[in-house]
């Protein structure tokens, strides 16, 4: 019986440590597989995720860029709290669909990592990965809504600095 009960309490000391554990290592696996889906084009490029949003984040924000010290792009961020993320990290659901959508924001800070931090042919991008690799209509419009909030507000910016 003792070893029993020592059993049971070791058992509970450990489970958090290994649902931790195993919670990192899905959403490691789900980052992989987006990778893959995106394709050769990000293949190399230093993509790592993140569960914690920067300051002043946008709400929805699902990727973006850190920056060196000379404004050079170092990696690209995932950030593994999102909606669309814990959804393509549901094994038991599986949907294709927040997989895609994860793959096509990698898309879209691959192009931010190569070109800079022109909006408009990041959302482009992303916005013909998603029509060629079978993105939903929802999937497509929520980018072409996200694409024309940043732009706007981008657009608002530039103009109060005149």
């Known amino acids: ?18 649902a931790s554990s195993r919670t990192s290592q899905a959403a490691q696996r789900t980052l992989e ?6 394709g050769p084009s990000v293949a190399g490029l230093p993509i ?6 920067p300051d002043g984040a946008s709400r929805g924000v699902e990727g973006w860029m850190l920056y060196g010290q000379e ?9 593994s709290g999102s909606d669309v993320f814990r959804c393509a990290s549901d094994r038991v659901r599986g949907d294709y669909q927040c997989l895609l959508r994860v793959a096509s924001t990698i ?14 042919d990041a959302y482009e991008a992303q916005i013909v990965f998603l029509t060629m690799r079978g993105g939903s209509s929802a999937q497509i419009s929520g980018v072409r809504r996200a694409r024309a909030h940043v732009l706007a507000a981008l657009h608002a910016i530039e103009r109060r600095r005149r």
């Open 107 to 120: 898309i879209h800070e691959a192009w931010h990592y190569r070109h800079g931090p022109g909006e408009a």
């Open 71 to 79: 404004g050079h792009a170092e990696r690209i961020v995932v950030y």
């Open 48 to 53: 790592v995720l993140a569960a914690i949003l």
């Open 33 to 38: 597989d987006a990778v893959l889906l995106a």
């Open 1 to 18: 019986m003792r070893t029993l009960a020592l059993f049971i309490f070791v058992f509970a000391f450990t489970c958090p440590a290994q």
